[in-house]
């Protein structure tokens, strides 16, 4: 005599196993987790001694007005962009979404643990930059931490979404990286990743506003010296979610 | 779901891949208990069969039913009582072996404990190692420890023992043998006639994506008026079986 079987789904003990999983494989592959944590952090070394003795705006210094938005930016753009696609370029390639296919585990808890895992990677990386800038050069903390806090998770949101779009596209690991290399320059080049976005033509420059790099940082830039936040950064960022959550939506493959 | 429902039930199956037909209106029906081995040359529709049965491919045509449940539509619930090894392990490379099994332990509500699963495949010795450090065949092993973590009703194992030597192979028919002293039903995707005459109580015979033979082995065997099953094979479908997989 068979029983009935209840439609169960894994819990939060399964999601935190599949966090762990995550969070052990991101450790064990060191090239992928050394690029998004020391490449900015260098990044920040080479201006950081100049940058916190230029006061630019309320009595910040560039170190904290430029120099520490820009390097947030690109550790959350680097794991969105670049890795996290990689990775679930790489899951899908290799067939690892196909066997959790046939298991209890649904797509949305994967992609759950992705993003947990990609959010942790962030903030160790961002922890690590402003530990550095605040010990080693006598930065002061964002002037308006909550909202500072808001942008980065709106940023998060955005770079992750973009990232989605890329493991949407990529059908194999290399050209995720290859695609999301090329999104993460184009984008960081209108953000002011190269100089800022006053050395870029004006069209340029005003485009590079409303896309989530130069967005992002215009944002957290304006939360460090604690001035308001222009809508058109909040838009742009809010926009890309929502365009991101679409186009993967549709584009997403999971074979 | 009731107890009256057979294991596995396929009915009149199709798929195509870009025109060509892979499965022509294939049936099959696995009792609850039963196992039934799917044999058939490279390119038969074998693990496109069993694949349809497993949900992960949609038929063009047909209806298929694991325990009365319809795969795309009680996905959650087959999940919890349908077992699958693909043909291929599919794992994360850079986890170890009891981390991989404690992973796919959490995905279900009653699963076996890991020190069970490691010993019935033989990897307890193996349990710090990465899966990308393990043999082909320890490979294989924890593929099928991890299709029967969660006490299915009904396991799909798909070339189970391709690529192993004799004696992981016999050691595998003894882990599916145990499983069939459980009760759990088994539908077993084959290239060995050995294997499915050992473990099997019928054989489905595949041939470009028809089923041109379901019976015992004996009863293939005196069907087709030869004295072994690979005899039997060669006179029902004009081909040879071959070792490995395309």
């Given at each position: 005599?068979?029983?009935?079987?209840?439609?169960?789904?894994?819990?939060?003990?399964?999601?935190?196993?599949?966090?762990?999983?995550?969070?052990?494989?991101?450790?064990?592959?060191?090239?992928?987790?050394?690029?998004?944590?020391?490449?900015?952090?260098?990044?920040?070394?080479?201006?950081?001694?100049?940058?916190?003795?230029?006061?630019?705006?309320?009595?910040?210094?560039?170190?904290?007005?430029?120099?520490?938005p820009l390097?947030?930016t690109m550790?959350v753009a680097i794991?969105?962009i670049?890795?996290?696609?990689?990775?679930?370029?790489?899951?899908?390639?290799?067939?690892?979404?196909?066997?959790?296919?046939?298991?209890?585990?649904?797509?949305?808890?994967?992609?759950?643990?992705?993003?947990?895992?990609?959010?942790?990677?962030?903030?160790?990386?961002?922890?690590?930059?402003?530990?550095?800038?605040?010990?080693?050069?006598?930065?002061?903390?964002?002037?308006?931490?909550?909202?500072?806090?808001?942008?980065?998770?709106?940023a998060?949101?955005a770079m992750?979404?973009a990232?989605?779009?890329?493991?949407?596209?990529?059908?194999?690991?290399?050209?995720?990286?290859?695609?999301g290399l090329v999104a993460f320059f184009v984008l960081g080049a209108l953000g002011g990743m190269f100089g800022g976005r006053d050395s870029l033509p004006e069209p340029l420059a005003e485009i590079g506003g409303w896309l989530p790099f130069g967005a992002a940082v215009e944002a957290?830039s304006?939360?460090?010296?604690?001035?308001?936040?222009a809508?058109a950064n909040?838009?742009g960022l809010?926009a890309t979610?929502?365009?991101?959550?679409?186009?993967?939506?549709?584009?997403?493959?999971?074979? | 779901?009731?107890?009256?429902?057979?294991?596995?039930?396929?009915?009149?199956?199709?798929?195509?891949?870009?025109?060509?037909?892979?499965?022509?209106?294939?049936?099959?029906?696995?009792?609850?208990?039963?196992?039934?081995?799917?044999?058939?040359?490279?390119?038969?529709?074998?693990?496109?069969?069993?694949?349809?049965?497993?949900?992960?491919?949609?038929?063009?045509?047909?209806?298929?039913?694991?325990?009365?449940?319809?795969?795309?539509?009680?996905?959650?619930?087959?999940?919890?009582?349908?077992?699958?090894?693909?043909?291929?392990?599919?794992?994360?490379?850079?986890?170890?072996?009891?981390?991989?099994?404690?992973?796919?332990?959490?995905?279900?509500?009653?699963?076996?404990?890991?020190?069970?699963?490691?010993?019935?495949?033989?990897?307890?010795?193996?349990?710090?190692?990465?899966?990308?450090?393990?043999?082909?065949?320890?490979?294989?092993?924890?593929?099928?420890?991890?299709?029967?973590?969660?006490?299915?009703?009904?396991?799909?194992?798909?070339?189970?023992?391709?690529?192993?030597?004799?004696?992981?192979?016999?050691?595998?028919?003894?882990?599916?043998?145990?499983?069939?002293?459980?009760?759990?039903?088994?539908?077993?995707?084959?290239?060995?006639?050995?294997?499915?005459?050992?473990?099997?109580?019928?054989?489905?015979?595949?041939?470009?994506?028809?089923?041109?033979?379901?019976?015992?082995?004996?009863?293939?065997?005196?069907?087709?008026?030869?004295?072994?099953?690979?005899?039997?094979?060669?006179?029902?479908?004009?081909?040879?079986?071959?070792?490995?997989?395309?």
């Amino acid at each position: 005599m068979s029983t009935p079987v209840e439609a169960r789904r894994p819990g939060l003990r399964s999601l935190i196993t599949l966090v762990g999983c995550e969070a052990k494989m991101v450790v064990r592959d060191t090239a992928g987790l050394v690029v998004p944590l020391c490449l900015p952090l260098m990044i920040m070394l080479t201006s950081a001694a100049s940058a916190s003795r230029t006061v630019v705006a309320n009595g910040r210094t560039a170190l904290e007005v430029y120099v520490l938005p820009l390097v947030f930016t690109m550790v959350v753009a680097i794991i969105g962009i670049i890795n996290m696609p990689s990775f679930l370029a790489y899951y899908r390639r290799s067939g690892i979404l196909r066997r959790l296919g046939v298991t209890p585990a649904s797509p949305a808890m994967i992609l759950a643990a992705q993003a947990i895992v990609s959010v942790l990677q962030a903030l160790v990386g961002m922890t690590v930059a402003l530990l550095v800038a605040l010990l080693a050069f006598g930065a002061d903390p964002p002037a308006d931490l909550g909202r500072a806090v808001g942008v980065v998770a709106l940023a998060m949101a955005a770079m992750y979404g973009a990232g989605l779009i890329v493991a949407a596209v990529a059908p194999t690991p290399n050209s995720a990286v290859a695609i999301g290399l090329v999104a993460f320059f184009v984008l960081g080049a209108l953000g002011g990743m190269f100089g800022g976005r006053d050395s870029l033509p004006e069209p340029l420059a005003e485009i590079g506003g409303w896309l989530p790099f130069g967005a992002a940082v215009e944002a957290l830039s304006s939360a460090w010296a604690g001035s308001t936040v222009a809508a058109a950064n909040l838009i742009g960022l809010g926009a890309t979610v929502v365009v991101a959550a679409v186009v993967a939506g549709v584009l997403f493959r999971w074979e | 779901m009731n107890s009256a429902e057979p294991a596995v039930l396929a009915e009149q199956l199709a798929k195509s891949y870009r025109g060509t037909r892979a499965v022509v209106e294939v049936s099959l029906r696995v009792e609850v208990g039963e196992a039934v081995g799917v044999v058939g040359a490279n390119g038969a529709g074998k693990t496109t069969t069993v694949e349809m049965i497993a949900g992960l491919r949609v038929p063009e045509q047909g209806r298929v039913r694991v325990l009365g449940l319809d795969p795309r539509r009680d996905r959650a619930r087959l999940r919890q009582v349908l077992g699958v090894q693909l043909q291929q392990a599919h794992l994360h490379h850079a986890l170890r072996v009891g981390e991989l099994v404690d992973l796919y332990r959490s995905f279900y509500p009653d699963p076996r404990p890991t020190a069970e699963l490691l010993d019935l495949v033989e990897l307890t010795e193996q349990r710090r190692t990465s899966f990308d450090k393990l043999s082909g065949g320890q490979q294989q092993r924890l593929s099928i420890a991890l299709a029967i973590t969660g006490r299915p009703r009904v396991v799909i194992l798909d070339e189970l023992t391709t690529g192993l030597d004799p004696t992981a192979r016999r050691r595998m028919w003894g882990t599916v043998e145990r499983l069939r002293s459980e009760g759990v039903s088994v539908l077993l995707v084959s290239h060995t006639m050995e294997e499915v005459e050992r473990l099997c109580d019928r054989v489905a015979v595949l041939d470009a994506g028809r089923v041109v033979a379901l019976d015992t082995p004996a009863n293939l065997v005196t069907r087709a008026g030869t004295s072994t099953l690979d005899e039997a094979f060669v006179a029902l479908t004009g081909r040879q079986v071959t070792e490995e997989p395309a």
